[in-house]
């Protein structure tokens, strides 16, 4: 019984420490993300600095405003795109694990 018991206790153990490995994984996957997503941030932050250079120099009459709403709702399409993708990955990764 007490060899059962061991048996149990380092199944249950064998169990976390996967856990544990897969956890950190994901962990240092969503890292390696986050550094992407950064770099692409500073990437779009400058094309949007130039672009808006060019507006002003091109036309000064441009309206801004209208500009402004477009960029707006292209951010709100992306995040709800990265969203769906977010999602679509969610359930892979349940699917995966069940």
Do not use: C, F, G
Request: aromatic content about 4%; hydrophobic content about 35%; overall charge positive.
């Amino acid at each position: 019984q007490s060899e059962k018991q061991l048996k149990d206790l380092v199944k249950q153990q064998d169990n976390k420490i996967t856990q544990l490995i897969d956890h950190s994984a994901e962990v240092k996957r969503l890292e390696a993300d986050v550094s992407q997503l950064k770099r692409l941030l500073q990437h779009a932050e400058t094309e949007a600095k130039t672009l808006w250079q060019e507006l002003r120099l091109q036309e000064p009459k441009v309206d801004t405003t209208h500009v402004q709403e477009r960029i707006l709702l292209r951010q709100q399409v992306d995040k709800l795109r990265q969203l769906m993708l977010d999602k679509d990955d969610e359930k892979w990764r349940i699917s995966k694990k069940y």
